[in-house]
């Protein structure tokens, strides 16, 4: 009798523990990463595709393809939940340089600290308009490429270099030369 007391002490304690265990797993496996609202509504509006592939005449003279990707898991909301901020990568991009100025060497180091992000702005109807911002930082600096860090309403005061916006087809609309988080120039399409 009192091995049979101890068995049923040792296979409740068992199953306890391994109920415990399963329910700590599920709990792992299960989670899963929700959109805030205002992100999974845009997420709507633009349409599930998350690739696209940049089609513009001087992309296509040049025989390279661009593919620019949407991460809708990465982004910020801000201005009453109608501004949504998303990073945007790009395969392959060019780089603001002056010509004959800057080395192969330097182009390789500004395209790697580029950044880049789609912009979408709830209008009144319910639809958004939408553009790019492409970060062209100087030099690296500490977690520049977060969106907490450097977005279009917010910029570090270790940021210095310019900031483009292009509509979703890649033409420029205009850009900012920022120096130390501040705007001390605004340049517009020519």
Not at 72 to 82: H, I, R
Not at 152 to 172: A, D, P, R, V
């Amino acid at each position: 009798m009192h091995k049979s007391i101890v068995w049923s002490v040792v296979l409740s304690s068992l199953i306890l523990c391994f109920s415990s265990c399963m329910s700590q797993e599920e709990t792992i496996s299960t989670t899963v990463i929700k959109l805030s609202t205002a992100v999974q509504e845009a997420k709507n509006w633009f349409g599930d595709q998350e690739e696209f592939i940049v089609e513009t005449d001087y992309i296509l003279a040049r025989g390279k393809s661009i593919t620019k990707t949407i991460n809708w898991q990465n982004a910020v909301v801000y201005n009453d939940e109608k501004t949504v901020e998303v990073e945007l990568n790009y395969n392959n991009h060019w780089v603001p340089v002056r010509r004959g100025e800057t080395t192969q060497s330097e182009i390789k180091d500004r395209k790697s600290l580029a950044f880049y992000r789609l912009m979408l702005d709830k209008k009144d109807d319910g639809d958004y308009e939408i553009f790019l911002l492409k970060y062209f930082p100087n030099s690296e600096n500490d977690n520049q490429k977060r969106l907490d860090v450097n977005n279009y309403f917010s910029l570090s005061n270790k940021f210095t270099g310019e900031i483009w916006m292009h509509n979703w087809e890649e033409e420029f609309l205009k850009g900012w030369k920022i120096e130390h988080g501040k705007i001390v120039k605004t340049f517009f399409k020519k």
